[in-house]
T-cell receptor, first 111, second 113 residues
């Protein structure tokens, strides 16, 4: 079955500390992985996708097919990074349009 | 606002009733997706339409139905409502139906009493 797991409901770090938001997936084919972010009172928006290999707002994520993981990392957290982060999967290399979401991790960056 | 719009923002209704949620995609986007977000289930895909045709179905109940109109806006119809249908319903759109970035609306919060 297709599944995305984000093991941490809440992650709290201090400003300037490194951040790693974990995401593991279960999918037998070739998935496309995404990170979506939802800032307070704003809509869900794409942060990055593995296929583009971009670094957005200092965040990066590497797809590890061996470990079936797509962890989100940032070397130095900022207070404005506080938000809900959702890992999502699209099946068949993205040919399946719909997204399968994890339950999300709330990141809190303390001053 | 050229982004995805959803109406209404909030909806309070009673069990057994029927409601319609509306979504207007971004200009130029042909595909519309509906998702349900509840505390216990998280964000779950319900259904996708592409240029007026149903493209994919997820965990959508038989009491729920959707359609996409010629002007590409979409409606999600929820009938025989139960307490457990209380949730945030999101609409998203993309240019095409496969592998494209999805742009989300602000959601409609439904409360069934």
């Amino acid at each position: 079955a297709q599944r995305v797991t984000q093991p941490e409901k809440l992650l709290s770090v201090f400003k300037g500390a490194p951040v790693e938001l974990k995401c593991n997936y279960s999918y037998s084919g070739s998935p496309e992985l995404f990170w979506y972010v939802q800032y307070s009172r704003q809509r869900l928006q794409l942060l990055l996708r593995h296929i583009s290999r971009e670094s957005i707002k200092g965040f990066t994520a590497d797809l590890n097919k061996g470990e079936t993981s797509f962890h989100l990392k940032k070397p130095f957290a900022q207070e404005e990074d506080s938000a809900m982060y959702y890992c999502a999967l699209s099946g068949d290399g993205g040919s399946q349009g719909n997204l399968i979401f994890g339950k999300g991790t709330k990141l809190s960056v303390k001053p | 606002d050229s982004g995805v719009t959803q109406t209404p923002k909030h909806l309070i209704t009673a069990t057994g009733q029927r409601v319609t949620l509306r979504c207007s995609p971004r200009s130029g986007d042909l595909s519309v997706y509906w998702y349900q977000q509840s505390l216990d289930q998280g964000l779950q895909f319900l259904i996708q339409y592409y240029n007026g045709e149903e493209r994919a179905k997820g965990n959508i109940l038989e009491r729920f139905s959707a359609q996409q109109f010629p002007d590409l806006h979409s409606e999600l119809n929820l009938s025989s409502l139960e307490l457990g249908d209380s949730a945030l319903y999101f609409c998203a759109s993309s240019v095409e139906g496969q592998g494209q970035t999805q742009y989300f609306g602000p959601g409609t919060r439904l409360l069934v009493l």
